[in-house]
T-cell receptor, first 112, second 116 residues
């Protein structure tokens, strides 16, 4: 049982490049979340999903897209990266009936 | 709207002395509250949670927190700090109005330093 895993662990992009961050969970959780963490600001919700095939916007969705084609995977896409998207990205999942979210180890993204 | 305020961005204590990390929340509803810990270059780990049962909540590694509705506080304490407690701590509230999504609202974090 690996829990929540994230790929890649670290990435450097140039402005305008695109990339996809992958989150996978093997706990059969319905709910999945993408956050970004910036210094002094805690974590802010980007997008989330309440089940396979569904997605919704969080607090800071601009510049990001997501997809939940399979229950165990939640993808975060950056179509045209900007320096303001330099951050640490965390994925989390949660089972139905519990309010506890389980976090992945994070992806560090640097956009030059 | 719900919000969380962590009153100290940095706290330093000596090993073996008590730890107090302060958190105040704002909520129109009875909130669910959490403390998460993040060690350097690691993900977030749940320390403890309050979900309207006992107001004194015990968590892992000797931490506990008390929910005080009259003071809208949820301070985290530990009687005796250990070097391994050095980390960043986040106070978190569930956004009840988000319905089943149960979005989390994070405080800005408190960096705990433990001095030898």
């Amino acid at each position: 049982n690996a829990g929540v895993t994230q790929t890649p662990k670290f990435r450097v992009l140039k402005t305008g490049q695109s990339m996809t961050l992958l989150c996978a969970q093997d706990m059969n959780h319905e709910y999945m979340y993408w956050y970004r963490q910036d210094p002094g600001m805690g974590l802010r919700l980007i997008h989330y999903s309440v089940g396979e095939g569904t997605t919704a916007k969080g607090e800071v969705p601009d510049g990001y897209n997501v997809s939940r084609l399979k229950k165990q995977n939640f993808l975060l896409g950056l179509e045209s990266a900007a320096p303001s998207q330099t951050s640490v990205y965390f994925c989390a999942s949660r089972p139905t009936g519990s309010e506890t979210q389980y976090f992945g180890p994070g992806t560090r993204l640097l956009v030059l | 709207a719900q919000s969380v305020t962590q009153l100290d961005s940095h706290v330093s204590v000596s090993e073996g002395t008590p730890v107090l990390l302060r958190c105040n929340y704002s909520s129109s509803y009875s909130p669910s509250l959490f403390w998460y810990v993040q060690h350097p270059n690691k993900g977030l780990q749940l320390l403890l949670k309050y979900t309207s049962a006992a107001t004194l909540v015990k968590g892992i590694n000797g931490f506990e927190a008390e929910f005080k509705k009259s003071e809208t506080s949820f301070h985290l304490t530990k009687p005796s700090a250990h070097m391994s407690d050095a980390a960043e701590y986040f106070c978190v509230v569930t956004l009840i109005s988000s319905g089943s999504a149960r979005q989390l609202t994070f405080g800005s974090g408190t960096q705990l330093t433990v001095l030898p």
